[in-house]
């Protein structure tokens, strides 16, 4: 069974940076492509960055603007996002999950409902 948890949420103040860590524990972590979401109030949950099995490809949402980074440790079973430049409109809950499809169809990274596995998320607050 596969269990994903993430840490490195909290308060924070517009300008500061933060690291998330999903660590993914179960099989074959290396087989899957990872990604971080997150959701705020009132809104869908909305893709922030994925990464391929290997970490050869990465992908971000629009509003990223070289702010996000996402890398992987397949060593350590885990995946990174570093968040830089933070905004209040980063407040959010990030979730950390794992893709399998990404093997048979890489577009799959950028649907929710193509993930195998999530995390419980991790609350991000950036004040003004």
């Known amino acids: 069974q596969v269990q994903l948890v993430e840490s490195g949420g909290g308060l924070l103040q517009a300008g500061d940076c933060l690291r998330h860590s999903c660590a993914f524990t179960g099989r074959s972590f290396s087989i899957y492509a990872m990604a971080w979401w997150r959701e705020s109030p009132g809104q869908d949950r909305e893709s922030v960055a994925a990464i391929s099995w290997n970490g050869d490809k990465t992908y971000y949402a629009d509003f990223r603007k070289g702010r996000f980074t996402i890398s992987r440790d397949n060593g350590k079973n885990a995946v990174y996002l570093e968040m830089t430049s933070l905004k209040p409109e980063d407040t959010a809950v990030y979730y950390c999950?794992?893709?399998?499809?990404?093997?048979?169809?890489?577009?799959?990274?950028?649907?929710?409902?193509?993930?195998?596995?999530w995390g419980q998320g991790t609350q991000v607050t950036v004040s003004s």
């Open positions: 999950a794992a893709d399998l499809n990404y093997y048979t169809d890489p577009n799959s990274v950028r649907r929710r409902y193509d993930y195998d596995y």
